[in-house]
């Protein structure tokens, strides 16, 4: 079973960076598409950032340019990078694989995911 730690996270003034890191295990993770998703009170589950196998990145237009999604497929590690954060991006930040699987959640599943890690942002 496909486990994600997330330890980290923290709070930043608005306009900081922070950097969150996911160590997956359980899984062969070469092969798997990895990415970032988000939520926050009151709003849906939200796709970051996806890092394909080979290293291609994608990013939600709410994240602008700020973010930034790296691999390292020797440690299976996917840290992401924030920077220019603002008060909008404070959620709970969760890592997971194959993020097709969960486009049409309303709740990201942390019982699949783990319990993720808490971002905040102050103005």
């Known amino acids: 079973e496909a486990q994600f730690v997330v330890p980290g996270g923290g709070s930043v003034q608005a306009g900081g960076s922070l950097t969150v890191s996911c160590t997956a295990s359980?899984?062969?993770?070469?092969?798997?598409?990895m990415a970032w998703f988000r939520q926050a009170p009151g709003s849906e589950c939200e796709l970051v950032s996806s890092i394909s196998t080979d290293g291609r990145t994608s990013y939600a237009g709410s994240v602008g340019g700020g973010f930034a999604m790296t691999r390292d497929n020797a440690k299976k590690v996917v840290p992401l990078y924030m920077r220019m954060l603002k008060p909008e991006d404070t959620a709970v930040y969760y890592c997971?694989?194959?993020?097709?699987?969960?486009?049409?959640?309303?709740?990201?599943?942390?019982?699949?995911w783990g319990q993720g890690t808490q971002v905040t942002v102050s103005s």
């Open positions: 997971t694989a194959n993020p097709a699987l969960y486009s049409n959640y309303a709740n990201c599943p942390f019982d699949r």
């Open positions: 359980g899984l062969t993770f070469d092969n798997y598409e």
